[in-house]
Nanobody, 115 residues
Framework: QVQLVESGGGLVQPGGSLRLSCLAS???????MGWYRQAPGKARELVAL???????VYGDSVKGRFTISRNNAENTVFLQMNSLQAEDTAVYFC??????????WGQGTQVTVSS
């Protein structure tokens, strides 16, 4: 069983920055790993992912503001979030997608952007 543990969420003012981390207990047969978010009353949406080959993919609303990166040796994915806006307020979920066993999800971490 894969466990994903997120950290780094919190309250930040508009225009501020946060860095999320996701530690995977094990990474195998990875297709991609990344972050999704869900705001109240809205569907879960892609924020950013990084493929097994190291290529990043970003949701349209975060392009140019967020950066995803990974440390393979430590099974960790990071999400650097800059120029945060109120619309970025959501629960952020770490995701590991595998070729053979589908998706694994973290428990989520709350990000609140408010003055």
């Amino acid at each position: 069983q894969v466990q994903l543990v997120e950290s780094g969420g919190g309250l930040v003012q508009p225009g501020g920055s946060l860095r999320l981390s996701c530690l995977a207990s094990v990474v195998f047969n990875m297709k991609h790993m990344g972050w999704y978010r869900q705001a109240p009353g809205k569907a879960r949406e892609l924020v950013a992912l990084i493929t097994s080959g190291g290529s990043p993919v970003y949701g349209d609303s975060v392009k140019g503001r967020f950066t995803i990166s990974r440390n393979n040796a430590e099974n960790t994915v990071f999400l650097q979030m800059n120029s945060l806006q109120a619309e970025d307020t959501a629960v952020y979920f770490c995701n590991l997608n595998t070729f053979s066993l589908g998706d694994f999800w973290g428990q989520g971490t709350q990000v609140t952007v408010s003055s």
